[in-house]
């Protein structure tokens, strides 16, 4: 690696834009994987562990330890996106035969080791509901000054998409994602505004049509079927495109010039079943209309809010091809 490539560990629950981010943060030369941990989400904990193999096989990342942790919510059962992703969660696609196999430790202990182990300190990508992450700070508190970072893709600062209020990754485990952005820990969200905002569009997608090289021909049969199931804010970018997703948040740790980004108290809502998973982001300024100020409020997180599309869709084409 690069002498000055960032470390990072990712935690994942490997759908289509997950496996679009791992070959991204592997192959670029930004970034030093040093761990990634799975959580159960898009689908369920022991098919995550296969995708996530898989991927990191093809992109040549045979020497990343890979560690299955938790596999549903803190308090909820879980319920994944494979309406979304296939029914294995990577469009249905079989990734080439390896050798691989996990780490024999629980997630939690994996992201703590390798904290604890690492002579700087570590950003941690999260692309996931946040129950891995969580536990590990409830557990051991001890590796909060050996996070950098922890950027997390999830929550919206307008509607959501697992519901009109909540994110699906927050929606998933909602006192997870509490415990993060309560924890004092430096925290970038990375939410669905700009999630939608990083797109290949239609002449891109099919530039990997006989695609001959594994990788490229595996990016364009996931971006193929991401452009077919994209919701409608992304069809406001690219009409017959495809977002990479999770892709664009590694694309905010490796390239963090292509995000706008505003420091403001983010909550998670816990009781209220119609907002229950919402991230409440409170982007006002100074005395709100109780006369309480919030710029000092517990959560104070850093917030993307706008995203240079065409810049880290560039990034990426760049390194996984």
Same mark, same amino acid.
């Given at each position: 690696m690069p002498a000055n490539s960032i470390p990072v560990i990712l935690d994942v629950d490997t759908g289509i834009d997950d496996a679009l981010a791992l070959l991204l943060a592997v192959r670029h030369p930004a970034l030093d994987v040093r761990a990634v941990t799975?959580?159960?989400?898009?689908?369920?904990?022991?098919?995550?562990? /296969?995708?996530?193999?898989g991927v990191l096989a093809l992109a040549g990342g045979e020497d990343i330890p890979v560690a299955a942790g938790m596999s549903a919510p803190l308090i909820e059962p879980a319920r994944d996106a494979s309406y979304v992703h296939g029914e294995n969660g990577v469009?249905?696609? =079989?990734?080439?035969?390896?050798?691989?196999?996990?780490?024999?430790?629980?997630?939690?202990?994996?992201?703590?080791?390798?904290?604890?182990?690492?002579?700087?300190?570590?950003? #941690? #990508?999260?692309?996931a509901p946040l129950t891995n992450?969580?536990?590990?700070?409830?557990?051991?508190?001890?590796?909060?000054?050996?996070? /950098? =970072?922890?950027?997390?893709?999830?929550?919206?600062?307008?509607?959501?998409?697992?519901?009109?209020?909540?994110?699906?990754? #927050?929606?998933?485990?909602?006192?997870?994602?509490?415990?993060v952005v309560r924890s004092g820990v430096p925290t970038t969200m990375y939410g669905l505004e700009p999630f939608y905002r990083v797109c290949c569009d239609a002449e891109t997608i099919?530039?990997?049509?006989?695609?001959?090289?594994?990788?490229?021909?595996?990016?364009?049969?996931?971006? =193929?079927?991401?452009?077919?199931?994209?919701?409608? /804010?992304?069809? #406001?970018?690219?009409?017959?495109?495809?977002?990479i997703g999770d892709a664009g948040a590694v694309c905010a740790v490796i390239d963090p010039a292509g995000v706008t980004v505003?420091?403001?108290?983010?909550?998670?809502?816990?009781?209220?079943?119609?907002? =229950?998973?919402?991230?409440?982001?409170?982007?006002?300024?100074?005395?709100?209309?109780?006369?309480?100020?919030?710029?000092?409020?517990?959560?104070?997180?850093d917030v993307v809010l706008e995203v240079d599309g065409d810049r880290y869709a560039r990034l990426f084409l760049d390194a996984v091809c």
């Open positions: 799975c959580v159960g989400g898009n689908v369920p904990l022991a098919q995550v562990v /296969e995708n996530t193999l469009a249905d696609l =079989r990734f080439p035969a390896h050798t691989m196999s996990p780490v024999p430790v629980h997630a939690v202990e994996l992201l703590r080791r390798t904290l604890m182990d690492a002579d700087e300190p570590l950003t #941690i #990508i999260a692309l992450i969580a536990v590990l700070l409830r557990m051991h508190p001890e590796v909060t000054n050996k996070i /950098e =970072r922890i950027l997390f893709m999830g929550g919206a600062v307008g509607a959501g998409n697992a519901t009109a209020a909540a994110e699906f990754n #927050i929606w998933h485990d909602p006192e997870a994602a509490d415990i099919a530039s990997f049509d006989g695609a001959t090289d594994p990788v490229g021909a595996t990016v364009g049969a996931l971006l =193929r079927h991401l452009a077919q199931v994209t919701e409608d /804010e992304a069809r #406001i970018v690219h009409p017959s495109g495809a977002a505003r420091r403001a108290p983010v909550s998670v809502a816990l009781h209220d079943v119609q907002t =229950r998973g919402q991230t409440v982001v409170d982007l006002r300024s100074g005395l709100g209309a109780g006369g309480e100020v919030t710029k000092d409020a517990q959560g104070n997180i």
